[in-house]
């Protein structure tokens, strides 16, 4: 028979609407409008899933996101998301789920054996095991521990959806859509606020949509919510959002909200995101997010079968389904008879209603006998029994002695329990409000408000619906108020029905069983018992947030939103404190675990990060250049040619540049511009060289250090005018350059007339380098006389290159004739395809990041970040010619007088030459005087550069060691896994040392 | 104020196709103009601005425009003046020559970033899945103009009309930007 | 993710357009020369690192560029005062009582 | 102290474990101690513990503001590793990679140290350069370090996308196999446990409110939650809260307390063989034996002592996650927390005398001071009783600011994690 267990009639399911679906494999039918979870209770399937330590077979607790046991993996796309709960799931077309954590099928799970082992499986087990032998840990220990534990099994592919996100502002945010949301909307609306309303469930109305025994207005609540929603719709002020859960509440009411937005249709279509974030500050927050109901701790609680009895009930009204055939409720409060009332209505034999109190209500022992329902008070279950689903119940009976005496037996195919109402006060503590305790209701309940929100309904402890109601449109009205400082008028609804119960209970229900042989589960999904957190206790664990992490109570998926006020019960019993005493364990985001995905967002692939092109890139792409990421950048590493590898690119890229030209882009360089009558001065503040001299149309190398003396950057500045320089940084520099810039003109020096303004890509940047530099820039420039005399090495004119204005410097990098070209950055691709073209008549080449280090590295220029790394000084570098002498001050000087930096023994930069020409270093490679070092021997220097070198037709490297600059000609060792490699010390510059081919 | 109130010098490029256009939102590459950046200090706003046609705005975040001309405020001495394509000489000449010896800094940056408009119904809800500011036209009106972060590229936004912002980043990033716009509005497409 | 006020923009927005630069008012000697290491290491490195009360430098990088200061409880990270660089430390005690702290 | 061990748990299964004691006393304070260290952190047990059982020290109070191991020692993502930069460092955490090894039987409780290898990616040759030399340093330093190709790297950690096609590629990655993780909560209950049994009492629930100094400035006990406790020697092992305390004392440091992230999947069976990180685009990632992937994000831009964050910070994480492992974005996030880490300006540690006579300091960790945990307690607990430092962390003063004789980690663009 189809869905044995659906009612005949009722509930929200579209019951024309038949949807079949699998669960391990196993084909099943439900309707539209359920959820897995309640789609398999109408197939009467309870046993869903294992427990994670024993084993254990473990069915449906609870209908909503708090469920801890029915957490399935849900198939799509040939892959699967585990660990998704099925009371959340909602059910389509075709859905495949399989249940986890069990080998080879869940009915037969070879894991189970865990169980029979418990007993020397207590809490914190492992730390007083598994040492010896010492080698056993990693081999054999720990991969058992790790295949036995964890839930569902990872997806396998690359997430094929997308996840958007979203960023929204509002007056008033409301968490939660009970009674206590929907007024509250209601009430904040009417004002015109702007108000966002969201709820975690696919429908609006919380626990409404399972209230059939009041009315509001005379309406069904039904009837209410729709009506309602339907308002609310109208509203341009108003934004709904269902299947959306408020997961994080953070500093200054800025909340996020994960949206599902495709999760429950069978075929969505690929464009809409699987997720949304929506990152929202709000005004103020209302938060209503209601109170769910606590499970009893009574041996066996955990059986497929026992379930929340507030679950039974939303089974039953809202999905049409019937959790057994013959129901046993057991409580410690009203609202449970209720469930019982609304079975037996339905025509479900209801078993009895066990009472723990001696004396329940008068009203409800009278409905209860009106229908025959067996009622048991003072008396509670003290055991079950049947493995794969509850058979029977043991009850007890409370003793003037206190003991507890047996109370026969009660056979059943559903228990349902319920020992009272916990406020979900996540959001509210997660604002850093701290709970206080009201013993009246025995619960904690939101305290003083720490940020602009307020709770309302039951998740601040009011449990009538009227009240509720109130509460809701009150917090309504107060947020709108102190958000838009507008007041409305709104009619409040009246509700008829629905008034709160009273009583509850919290801890281990006393029995008369055998303690040690038990077990009575607190936190179901890690299998933590009663037994161990006394055992945490006894052991000396007395904070609260050392037995959670001892037992690791609370910290499973529903983070301990079922477990957690019992578990504290029982550590303030084992402790004989009050429960005040033994404090709370923080409530932490998310609410409920939420998609990686949708943190990620938008960011994946080229959009992880911005990729950063210069105007060259294209001709790059076409003539078969590789790039290397610098920072955002793409840069062109080398050219390779007719299947060149790196290395002989290189070399061929580095011969040309030397015998005839070479093109490099140097677009990614930083460039500042720095303008205003002090700009010379501010200059001579920030670099170490002086800058007042420079006569417009010359450049300087400048170096820039930070103040405690070390070197940051560098760069060639030229002067366009008195007042104008063009400063040029490092590529990966440009942005903290320029920030230590600002910091230093606002806050140090504000009395300067200079202003600086970012021109990194304002332009665009070909370098052109080589003896036939001139011959090739020639023919395009205008307005300048490139001759030696009239532009000598380092200077700067404006000109025109093709007719478009350029900057045109004579400088270098690689210590050959070179010029580097800055025009406007939408002519940056004809100056380098023109570029391009004409070294072709010379036979220059275009050359990479790498070629450039080579002709660099033969001349001893340094690459800040690579030969230097933030603990070198110019000093230190063989640059204290680039130290102002006269200067008072700039950034760095001072720091350059402390003792280690005037100290003997520093490091300084030097040259290598390998005493085989051929053996190429290692770049980090250590340096040490002793040939054969000792392990542990400290080393003397570095290797920060090596290369070969095709102009020396041989290895060079740059080095920093100890006493460098003494040590020229002397002999040191660079150790290898397979031997020394000896090294001669010289000075850093290999080729043209005199500088003549620079000056032609 | 007028819908498109910069429409004389924000347009659209002729040259390049949409780079999205539906019933929702569009969004389109908008032609070259000039781009200065102007620094002073307050004794000489009067001066600049008689020299730039048009009065510089001291109000944060606002923008002051008149016949073929804009100028955004970008801060407390900050400001990028807008001017039609070519006339960067022109206005560089008109500017100094008025300032002459009074401490400025002007500095031509018309390259240094491109243009999209995005405009339509959704414009400000496609802005916002990459940006946190809070566009709804009372706080944020036309003609407001921020720079701000779209998820990980700085941007600057200039609102031109109730329904149509003008997006500037650099140029690097503009890829990014326009790209992850495009993408987004896609799913206003699904069915 | 914090909202931070702009005392030159005049708005309030999210951290992200903002870097914050650690403690405030930490001068730079007038005088480095004549400054001692020991002077010299606390305008360096030497913080309050205040657990409570504290002045701090934000700069409106994605935005005006400005530098300003701000005063905020490193505790519950709420801002108690905004104010433009240049401006003196207000009194910190006066402003912690004014927020009931 | 009753040994622990498997016939031990088997015995006590049959008494229904009715019958182990305590793993610590919760004593009341003494009037007076030998020393008192403030903060029952990882650190400040592992240095009462060293203290007693290698200096001989019996009469020592651990001072605790809350719940010990409740600081940084309970919030961090448990990465091991050794192979530092500098000399100096990587003889400190190789230290500590030596007592790891043997940590479990020392303390005859198991820390759950697990070599399963650290891999740090590199992904542009600026990366590539800065791991070679850590090699280098490494290999002559005596500590394990070696270099993988992407492939090699593949192998050892298939999850991984060494395709080139992704923003940042994988260019290669140093392996550290000594590396791993260990159990947070039982390092600290191990040393707790074991210094307990050497007689040290743990003073939980007890604030440190003032420290009192002599005449001469010198140490003469601190002002407690519980009133004031008279001590010769006091050392200071606070982390995040180090400025607070040393300032008690009129010391300042050079320390700024940053709030640094971690968070930890949905439990899942095996799918992550090692540990992950890289510093490029900020992503650390384990998974715990219980089954949850443990991620480390970055901290925040601004100090706080609020133990959380920005959501922005977690956002950026998990990007660089999903881009590494991009089977991992339908994984889901469980639970996410913060600590407070004190950041020194060179990112290594300070293990100290003071300026003031009988107080030390232990601090600036940061981000990276777990895997240090037993190597810092051992020679903090040396410098304490010897009044000078062990030679290990003779380099980490606090003077060391004032001369620029810097251990810079962080210019060597090694994120300590
Ligand atoms: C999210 C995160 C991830 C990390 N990941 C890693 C990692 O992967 N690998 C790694 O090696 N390191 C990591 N770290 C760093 C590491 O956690 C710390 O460096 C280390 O745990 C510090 O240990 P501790 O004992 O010094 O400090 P803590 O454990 O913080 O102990 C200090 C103790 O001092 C107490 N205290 C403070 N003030 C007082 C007072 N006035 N009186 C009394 N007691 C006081 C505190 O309550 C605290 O218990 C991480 C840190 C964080 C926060
Ligand atoms: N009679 C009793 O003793 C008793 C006890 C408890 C509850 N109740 C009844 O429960 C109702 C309480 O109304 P209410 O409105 O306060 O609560 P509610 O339970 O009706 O609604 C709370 C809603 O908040 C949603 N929610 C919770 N956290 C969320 C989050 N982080 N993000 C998004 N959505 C979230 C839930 O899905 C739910 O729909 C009343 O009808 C009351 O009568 C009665
Ligand atoms: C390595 C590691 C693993 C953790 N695993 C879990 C877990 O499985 N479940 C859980 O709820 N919390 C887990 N936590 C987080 C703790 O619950 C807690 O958030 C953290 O210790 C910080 O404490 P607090 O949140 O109480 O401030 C883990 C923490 C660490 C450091
Ligand atoms: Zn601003």
Redesign the interface.
């Known amino acids: 028979m189809s869905q044995p267990f659906r009612t005949e009639k009722g509930g929200r399911i579209n019951r024309t609407e038949q949807l079949t679906f699998t669960f391990d494999g196993e084909e099943l039918q439900g309707h539209q409008g359920d959820t897995l979870a309640s789609a398999l209770l109408a197939n009467g399937v309870h046993l869903v899933g294992r427990s994670?330590k024993y084993h254990r077979p473990r069915g449906i607790v609870t209908s909503g996101s708090e469920e801890p046991n029915a957490l399935v993996g849900i198939y799509r796309h040939g892959?699967q998301?585990?660990?998704l709960r099925a009371t959340q799931v909602e059910l389509y077309q075709g859905l495949e789920a399989i249940s986890q954590n069990r080998f080879p099928s869940l009915g037969f799970d070879v894991g189970a054996v865990n169980d029979l082992l418990s007993?020397?499986f207590?809490a914190g087990?492992?730390?007083?095991?598994?040492?010896?032998p010492?080698a056993f840990?990693?081999r054999v220990y720990?991969p058992v521990?790790?295949?036995a534990?964890?839930?569902?099994?990872?997806?396998?592919?690359?997430?094929q959806?997308t996840y958007g996100n979203i960023y929204a502002h509002c007056d008033v945010l409301i968490a939660g859509s009970g009674p206590a949301g929907l007024a509250a909307a209601l009430a904040a609306s009417e004002t015109g606020a702007k108000v966002i309303l969201c709820d975690e469930q696919s429908e609006f109305g919380g626990s409404l949509l399972s209230e059939v025994s009041a009315s509001i207005d005379g309406k069904d609540p039904s009837e209410w919510i729709a009506e309602t929603i339907n308002k609310l719709e109208q509203m341009d002020n108003v934004t709904l959002l269902p299947r959306t859960t408020a997961f994080?509440y953070?500093?200054h009411n800025?909340l996020?909200l994960a949206e599902r937005v495709t999760e429950h249709l069978p075929n969505p279509d690929p464009k809409l995101p699987r997720e949304r974030l929506w990152?929202v500050r709000a005004k103020e927050v209302v938060i209503a997010s209601g109170a769910i109901e606590r499970p009893m701790i009574f041996p066996e609680n955990d059986r497929p079968g026992i379930m929340l009895a507030e679950a039974g009930r939303t089974y039953l009204n809202r999905y049409g389904v019937k959790v057994g055939h013959k129901v046993l409720v057991a409580a410690a409060c009203d609202t449970a008879w209720q469930t019982a009332f609304d079975l037996a209505d339905h025509g479900v034999e209801v078993a009895g209603i066990v009472d723990l109190r001696e004396t329940p209500p008068e009203n409800l022992m009278a409905i209860a006998k009106a229908r025959g329902i067996r009622v048991e008070a003072g008396c509670m279950v003290t055991g079950t029994l049947g493995r794969k689903r509850v058979k029977a119940a043991l009850l007890g009976r409370m003793m003037t002695s206190g003991n507890v005496a047996s109370g026969g037996q009660i056979s059943c195919d559903a228990l349902l329990m319920s020992g009272g109402w916990t406020p979900t006060v996540s959001l509210y503590s997660q604002s850093?409000g701290k709970v206080v305790w009201d013993s009246d209701k025995g619960a904690y309940i939101p305290g003083a408000s720490v940020q602009r929100e307020r709770s309302a309904g039951a998740s601040k402890g009011l449990y009538g619906l009227q009240e509720v109601l109130e509460d809701g449109y009150a917090a309504g009205e107060e947020a709108a108020k102190a958000a838009i400082g507008k007041s409305a008028k709104v009619s409040y609804a009246t509700a008829t029905g629905g008034e709160a119960g009273t009583g509850g209970t919290l801890g281990a229900l006393p029995h008369d069983r055998n303690?040690?042989r038990v077990k009575a589960f607190v936190d179901y999904q890690n299998d933590v018992t009663a037994?161990d957190v006394k055992?945490a206790v006894?052991?000396?664990?007395?904070?609260i947030?050392?037995i959670k992490?001892?037992t690791?109570t609370g910290?499973a998926?529903d983070?301990g939103r079922l477990s957690n006020m019992n578990a504290l019960q029982i550590a303030s019993d084992s402790l004989d404190r009050p429960v005040t005493d033994v404090g709370l364990t923080?409530f932490?985001?998310?609410y409920t675990?939420?998609?990686?995905?949708l943190?990620?967002?938008v960011?994946?692939?080229?959009y992880?990060?911005p990729?950063r092109k210069t105007p060259s890139h294209d001709w790059v792409v076409e003539n078969g250049g590789v790039f290397?990421?610098?920072g955002q950048w793409k840069r062109t590493?080398y050219f390779p040619k007719n299947g060149e590898d790196m290395h002989a690119a290189v070399a061929r890229e580095c011969k040309t540049v030397r015998e005839s030209v070479g093109l490099f882009d140097a677009s990614t360089l930083g460039k500042i511009e720095v303008v205003g009558p002090d700009a010379a001065e501010f200059l001579e503040r920030l670099y170490t060289n002086p800058w007042k001299k420079l006569a417009p149309g010359r450049c300087r190398y400048g170096l820039l250090l930070n103040d405690?003396?070390?070197i940051t950057d560098d760069g060639v500045i030229g002067r366009l005018a008195e007042d104008r320089f063009h400063v040029t940084t490092t590529t990966g520099g440009a942005p903290s350059v320029f920030a230590t810039m600002e910091d230093y003109l606002q806050t140090e020096w504000p009395e300067l007339d200079v202003w600086i303004t970012s021109t990194t890509e304002q332009y665009a940047v070909a370098a052109l380098q080589g003896p036939k530099a001139r011959d090739v820039l020639a023919p395009f420039m205008e307005g300048v006389d490139l001759s030696a005399d009239a532009l000598p090495h380092m200077s700067v004119k404006e000109a025109t290159f093709c007719g478009v204005p350029c900057r045109l410097f004579r400088i270098s990098f690689t210590g050959e004739l070179g010029f580097e070209i800055n025009v406007s950055r939408r002519h940056g691709k004809m100056m380098w395809e023109t570029l391009a073209k004409e070294i072709e008549k010379f036979g220059g080449t275009a050359y990479g990041t790498e070629s450039m280090h080579v002709l660099r590295a033969e001349k001893g220029y340094i690459i800040v970040?690579?030969d230097t790394?933030?603990?070198v000084t110019p000093q230190d570098a063989g640059m204290s010619w680039a130290i102002g002498k006269k200067k008072a001050d700039f950034v760095g000087k001072r720091?350059l007088d402390?003792?280690?930096?005037v100290a003997d023994n520093r490091k300084q930069f030097v040259g290598l030459l390998t005493k085989d020409p051929k053996v190429k270093l290692?770049?980090?490679?250590?340096i040490?005087t002793a040939e054969n070092?000792a392990?542990?021997?400290?080393?003397d220097g570095?290797v920060t550069s090596s290369y070969f070198s095709p102009a020396l037709d041989r290895s060079i490297a740059l080095a920093i060691v100890k006493n460098g600059h003494a040590l020229e000609g002397k002999t040191l060792y660079v150790?290898m896994?397979d031997g020394s490699i000896p090294v001669e010390v010289t000075g850093p510059v290999f080729y043209d040392k005199e500088g003549a081919r620079l000056n032609v | 104020m007028s819908d498109l109130m910069a429409s004389d010098l924000i347009t659209p490029d002729a040259g390049e196709p949409p780079l999205l256009s539906i019933n929702e939102v569009s969004i389109l590459k908008a032609a070259p103009l000039t781009r200065l950046s102007l620094r002073l200090r307050e004794a000489s706003l009067k001066a600049a601005g008689s020299a730039f046609g048009v009065d510089l705005p001291v109000l944060p975040l606002s923008s002051a425009t008149a016949d073929k001309r804009a100028a955004l405020w970008m801060g407390p001495d900050e400001w990028t003046l807008f001017a039609p394509e070519n006339t960067s000489q022109s206005v560089v000449s008109d500017i100094e020559g008025k300032l002459g010896a009074e401490p400025h800094s002007l500095v031509d940056v018309s390259e240094r970033s491109e243009a999209i408009i995005v405009s339509g119904q959704r414009a400000a809800w496609l802005l916002n899945t990459g940006i946190f500011v809070d566009f709804s036209i009372d706080t944020f009106p036309v003609g407001t103009v921020s720079r701000t972060i779209f998820h990980k590229s700085p941007v600057m936004v200039w609102r031109i009309g109730d329904e149509a912002f003008v997006v500037e980043a650099w140029v690097s990033f503009m890829d990014y930007v326009s790209g992850l716009l495009v993408q987004s509005a896609s799913e206003l497409s699904a069915a | 993710?914090?909202l931070v006020y702009c005392p030159y923009c005049k708005v309030e927005r999210a951290?992200?357009e903002f870097?914050?630069r650690?403690e405030a008012h930490i001068a730079r000697p007038s005088d480095p020369s004549q400054t001692s290491?020991?002077d010299?290491?606390?305008y360096?490195?030497?913080?309050?690192?205040?657990?409570g009360i504290?002045a701090?430098r934000w700069r409106h990088i994605h935005g005006c560029g400005r530098f300003f200061n701000a005063v905020?409880d490193?505790?519950?990270?709420n801002f108690l005062k905004f104010y433009k660089a240049g401006e003196p430390m207000p009194d910190l005690e006066a402003l912690a009582k004014e927020a009931g702290k | 102290m009753k040994r622990?061990?498997?016939l031990?748990?088997?015995k006590n299964?049959?008494s229904?474990?009715?019958n182990?004691?305590?793993?610590?006393?919760?004593p009341e304070p003494k009037s007076e101690y030998d020393v008192v260290i403030v903060g029952a952190g990882g650190h400040g047990l592992a240095t009462a513990y060293y203290l007693a059982k290698e200096h001989g020290v019996r009469n020592i109070a651990v001072v605790e503001k809350?719940?010990?191991?409740?600081g940084n020692t309970?919030r961090n993502t448990t990465i091991v590793r050794s192979n530092y930069l500098w000399?100096e460092s990587a003889g400190l955490y190789n230290h500590a990679i030596d007592l790891w090894q043997?940590l479990?039987?020392e303390l005859?409780?198991?820390v759950?140290?697990?070599?399963?290898g650290v891999m740090m990616l590199a992904?542009?040759?600026?990366d590539v350069?800065?791991?070679?030399?850590?090699?280098?340093?490494n290999?002559?330093?005596?500590v394990q370090n070696e270099w993988l190709s992407p492939e090699a790297a593949k192998e050892y950690c298939p999850p991984l996308n060494i395709s080139k096609?992704?923003?940042?590629p994988v260019m290669g990655a140093a392996l550290q196999r000594v590396g791993g993780t260990a159990?947070h909560?039982?390092v600290a209950?191990?040393y707790a446990r074991g210094a307990d049994a050497l007689g040290v009492d743990i003073l939980?629930n007890c604030a440190v409110t003032g420290i009192r100094r002599d005449q001469n400035g010198a140490v003469e006990g601190v002002e407690t939650a519980k009133g004031f406790i008279k001590a010769k020697k006091v050392g200071v092992v606070a982390a995040g809260?180090t400025?607070?305390v040393m300032?008690m004392a009129g010391v300042?440091?050079?320390?700024?307390?940053y709030p640094l992230q971690a968070l930890v999947?949905?439990?899942?069976?095996?799918?992550f063989p090692c540990v992950v990180m890289s510093n490029t685009?900020h992503a650390y990632i384990s998974?715990s034996?219980?089954?949850e992937l443990v991620i480390g994000a970055g901290t925040d831009?601004?100090?706080?002592?609020?133990q959380?964050g920005?959501?922005?910070i977690?956002?950026?994480t998990?990007?660089?996650?999903?881009?590494l492992f991009?089977?991992?974005?339908?994984?889901?996030?469980?639970?996410?927390?913060g600590g407070i880490v004190d950041v020194t300006?060179d990112r290594s540690p300070i293990l100290s005398k003071t300026p003031v006579p009988g107080l030390y300091v232990n601090c600036g960790w940061g981000t990276g001071g777990f895997k240090a945990t037993p190597g810092s307690g051992h020679v903090f607990a040396h410098t304490i009783a010897k009044d000078e430092p062990h030679p290990i962390n003779a380099a980490f003063t606090i003077d060391?600011?004032?001369?620029?004789?810097?251990i810079?980690e962080?210019?060597?663009?090694a994120v300590a994690h």
């Not at chain 4, 060391?400 to 810097?406: K, V, Y």
Request: charged letters at 25%.
């Open positions: 994670f892959d998301t585990p660990n007993p020397l207590p087990f492992y730390y007083k095991t598994f040492m010896w010492k840990w990693d720990e521990i790790r295949a534990a964890g839930l569902g099994k990872p997806p396998k592919t690359p997430d959806d994080g953070f500093a800025y996020a990152q850093r303690a040690s037994k055992l006894r052991e000396g664990m007395q904070s947030e050392h992490r001892y690791t910290m998926t983070q923080t932490r985001l998310p675990p939420t998609t990686f995905g943190f990620a967002g960011a994946r692939g080229d992880f990060d990729v290397e990421d610098v590493w405690a003396g070390f970040g690579q790394d933030g603990t720091g402390r003792p280690d930096l290692e770049e980090g490679a250590q040490t070092p392990i542990g021997t400290p080393a570095h150790p896994p | 993710m914090l951290e992200t870097s914050c650690g290491d020991e010299w290491v606390h360096l490195y030497m913080r309050s690192n205040t657990k504290y701090e905020r490193t505790v519950s990270d | 622990y061990s498997f031990e748990l088997a299964a049959f229904a474990h009715q182990w004691g305590r793993q610590w006393r919760n809350g719940w010990l191991g409740g309970g000399e043997g479990s039987q005859n409780y198991n759950m140290y697990s070599a399963r992904h542009t040759v600026h350069q800065v791991s070679q030399r850590h090699i280098h340093a290999r002559l330093a005596g096609n992704i923003r940042y159990r909560d039982a209950w191990g939980q809260h400025s607070v300032e300042r440091l050079p320390l700024e307390s999947s949905e439990p899942v069976k095996p799918a685009i998974q034996d219980k089954g831009q601004f100090i706080s002592y609020s959380t920005g959501i922005h977690s956002n950026h998990i990007d660089a996650i999903c881009e991009p089977h991992f974005r339908r994984m889901r996030m469980l639970r996410n927390w300006p060391r600011f004032r001369t620029g004789r810097l810079d962080a210019a060597a663009a």
